[in-house]
């Protein structure tokens, strides 16, 4: 029960974290997402889960920076669009510090296993 609520949890933090604008909310989710890593996932599921992140965020990105272009090209307001597109920078960078984080700790590791 403990993993599905887990799971749910990191899921809903992600999708708020697609939509949300707003500085102050975004830190709390942040936050939060972290929180529930740390607290439930295993380091290795927990860098796999963060490069996942990473790889679904760049291609989130590169589809609202060629929005923005075409947006911007006809001559519409690209504002809104613009907003998201930062949002999800800032969201890549928390993530990627946090994936940097995990690898270093998994470094200074004495033992590690690593299955294939």
Known sequence: M???IHSQNLRRYSDLLRSETDAAKRAALHAQLIQEEDR????????DNARNHIEE???RIARQEALIR????????STAAE???AAWCETLAVVERYRQTLEIDSESWPIRQRWV
Do not use: I, P, S, T
């Open 83 to 85: 907003q998201l597109h």
């Open 57 to 59: 965020l760049g291609v």
């Open 2 to 4: 403990d993993r599905f």
């Open 70 to 77: 075409v947006l911007k090209g006809n001559g519409y307001d």
């Open 40 to 47: 439930f996932g295993a380091r290795e599921e927990r860098l």
